[in-house]
């Protein structure tokens, strides 16, 4: 499990890193979704994911006929810092209102928790009824997570996305 320090320390060299694979599970992800409303962007690092999708507008773009704006939330200081915004927090225990969220989009972040059914418990909280959620982590994490994700949400969709499996869940 990765610590906020851990991501303290590589922020900088993160995006280099990274930034084609995540781009990979973002086409994959979102492919055919039609984007509206809030979304969190849990566990937002850096900012890729506001970069992939500053390709259909602006993070508080028209997609489709509906606005929609991005909130991004991560526990690493130094990776918000190169996104220039978002919410400093404990993931176990977001700072939103509950049924505050249209879509929560979750990418390779969910492997890292110490808890991850507390953290799929305030995911489910803070997402609206009918609302989607999107997310990704390693197949090595697949035995430990796909059922407590089962627990509370309907899967919609499981895929490959390279070394990771993606899923879309509906509430």
């Known amino acids: 499990m990765a610590k906020p320090d851990d991501y303290n320390k590589t922020a900088k060299i993160y995006n280099n890193r990274y930034r084609e694979t995540q781009f990979e599970k973002y086409r994959i992800m979102l492919s055919g979704l039609k984007l509206n409303g809030q979304i969190l962007d849990h566990g937002c690092g850096t ?5 992939f999708l500053a390709s259909w507008g602006s993070e508080a773009g028209e997609v489709g006929k509906r606005a929609w704006l991005l909130h991004g939330c991560d526990s690493s200081k130094e990776m918000l810092k190169i996104r220039g ?11 939103y209102k509950n049924t505050e969220f249209d879509f ?36 090595s994490f697949e035995s430990k997570l796909k059922p407590l994700l089962e627990k509370h949400f309907k899967i919609q969709l499981e895929t490959n996305c390279g070394e990771d499996v993606g899923f879309l869940f509906r509430l």
Request: aromatic share 6%; with cysteine; hydrophobic share 40%.
């Open 47 to 51: 900012g890729l994911l506001g970069e």
């Open 85 to 95: 915004a978002g919410d400093l927090c404990n993931v176990e225990k977001l700072p």
């Open 104 to 139: 929560v989009l979750s990418f390779s972040m969910l492997m890292n928790c110490k808890n991850p059914e507390k953290v799929i418990k305030e995911i489910k909280r803070v997402l609206k009824l009918n609302g989607t959620f999107v997310c990704t982590f390693l197949k």
